[in-house]
């Protein structure tokens, strides 16, 4: 059972949560619990799982050693005492622990592996993902015959508030356009179908813009998704890249002690990889993201026809691009999570060692994952 500080730790998420960190089950399960799709098409096959707290967690010192091989994070689950109130905890298992199949089948109260063996699949699915990005997620759904009901993909309350200005200043051109007869300011009216765009794509409000794009139907409903997908990759991009520069000069400059001279070498030489990796990663994603600028360019210039086609056949893409932003924002949240801003980083060289060939691990899967959705970027 979680401890007093946990708790405390655990009301705020609702707040805060972060959609690439944090997947709410059991605020989905209070927000669209009775919503005929939700319940066709749960995420897991027992009800005990749908109401979960399923987080991406950066493994203290005293965690590490109830895995098998070394691990600087992991998936855990939270049982929560009460859904509607998470100040009272809950209970804890971390995905892939030791004997975490039977302890799972004894939490959801089966005796039997085999009754929870799809359920296994997709909680490991989760756990081999480098985040919770939900256009990510979904793609990787897909490729394991899983389609969940749409609302197990949406982006969190909190960056959705965050994302609001950005959303607004870049859909402003299309508003013009589809609202060219509207008498509201522009401004204003960005700013409320941003908010609209991002929370309820059937909002009627926004049928000038269905209209604009020529969508219908489940054409619309896979067209604003990869719409907003792009969106959110764009404004993860301008947030993260602008921290890029000093994460890249953090790991440079770490100071390791207690190490020799060749674990020093090896460690620059590693050290200098990273830095490399995550800096050509970030050009391939935006060069990824000029695509969407240009198909958004011909929307705005009146041929809506370019931008549609090109939505319906972008979500192959979010394989490529969410994997690369996501293990890159992996190691830029364990380093300030390990190291806060302010202080030289420094570290045992026994330590270093288990970070930096984590961090060269964890980002060879960006090429995995680009070869496996075949596209260049």
């Known amino acids: 059972m979680s401890k007093p500080g946990d708790r405390r730790n655990l009301s705020l998420i609702r707040e805060s949560a972060s959609t ?51 691990r600087l994070c992991a998936t855990k689950i939270l049982f929560p005492l009460a859904k509607s109130d998470l100040s009272l905890g809950g209970e804890s298992l971390f995905v892939g622990e030791r004997d975490f199949a039977r302890k799972l089948a004894h939490k959801i109260g089966t005796e039997d592996r085999m009754q929870i063996q799809a359920d296994l699949d997709v909680l490991m699915l989760l756990d081999d993902l480098p985040s919770f990005d939900p256009f990510l997620m979904r793609e990787r759904m897909r490729q394991i015959g899983r389609e969940p009901a749409r609302c197990y993909f949406d982006v969190s309350i ?14 402003a051109a299309l508003v013009e356009l589809a609202f060219a007869q509207r008498m509201a300011a522009p401004r204003e009216l960005s700013a409320r179908l941003a908010d609209k765009l991002m929370t309820d794509e059937t909002s009627q409000s926004l049928e000038p813009l269905r209209a604009t794009l020529r969508l219908t139907g489940e054409e619309y409903r896979e067209g604003v998704f990869a719409w907003k997908g792009f969106l959110y990759y764009k404004w993860v991009v301008e947030e993260w890249g602008e921290r890029m520069p000093t994460l890249a000069r953090s790991i440079l400059g770490a100071r390791i002690v207690n190490a020799s001279r060749e674990d020093m070498a090896n460690l620059a030489s590693s050290r200098q990889r990273v830095v490399k990796v995550m800096g050509s990663t970030l050009r391939r994603v935006h060069e990824a993201l000029a695509e ?8 705005s210039e009146g041929r809506p026809t370019a931008f549609r086609d090109f939505l319906l056949s972008a979500p192959q893409m979010f394989l490529s691009i969410g994997e690369a932003v996501g293990i890159i924002k992996h190691i830029d949240s364990f380093w ?14 026994v330590e270093a060692i288990e970070i930096f060939e984590d961090f060269e691990a964890t980002l060879s899967g960006i090429s995995a994952a680009e070869n496996e959705s075949q596209m260049v970027i």
């Open 20 to 70: 690439t960190r944090v997947l709410d089950l059991a605020f989905i399960e209070d927000k669209y619990g009775e919503d005929p799709e939700y319940r066709a098409k749960p995420l897991f096959k027992h009800s005990r799982l749908n109401s979960t707290l399923i987080m991406k967690h950066a493994l203290r010192a005293s965690e590490r050693d109830i895995f098998n091989g070394m």
């Open 158 to 171: 909190a960056d959705t508030q965050r994302m609001q200005q950005f959303v607004s200043r870049q859909i």
């Open 292 to 299: 969407y600028d240009q198909a958004f360019r011909a929307l």
């Open 336 to 349: 300030r999570f390990r190291f806060p801003s302010g202080r030289t980083p420094m570290m045992e060289g």
